[in-house]
């Protein structure tokens, strides 16, 4: 018989996620595109939390985090160079 693990998120992690997603809101209107990206800050909450919860430290999701941001902003980055080469061809 094959027994898969299953880790249950605590409460305390949904709440923190919630939370995380809300406060990404001070950047935007409430909005239909607003409402996407706190879902998505939503998901992001529940995955490092769940990290968080597993490890029981931080000090493996405030890296991944960093990364997270890092690469968001090179994309960014990237797409506003490629409009401006763009503009100007």
Known sequence: MHHTP?????F???ITAALFAVSHLQYYKL?????????????GGLFFGLIAQVTESIALTVP???????????YVYLIAKKQSNSMYS
């Open 31 to 43: 909005n239909s595109q607003s409402i996407r990206f706190m879902i998505f800050a939503f998901a």
């Open 64 to 74: 991944l985090h960093i990364a997270f941001n890092g690469s968001a902003a090179f």
């Open 6 to 10: 299953v880790i249950e998120l605590s």
């Open 12 to 14: 305390a992690v949904v």
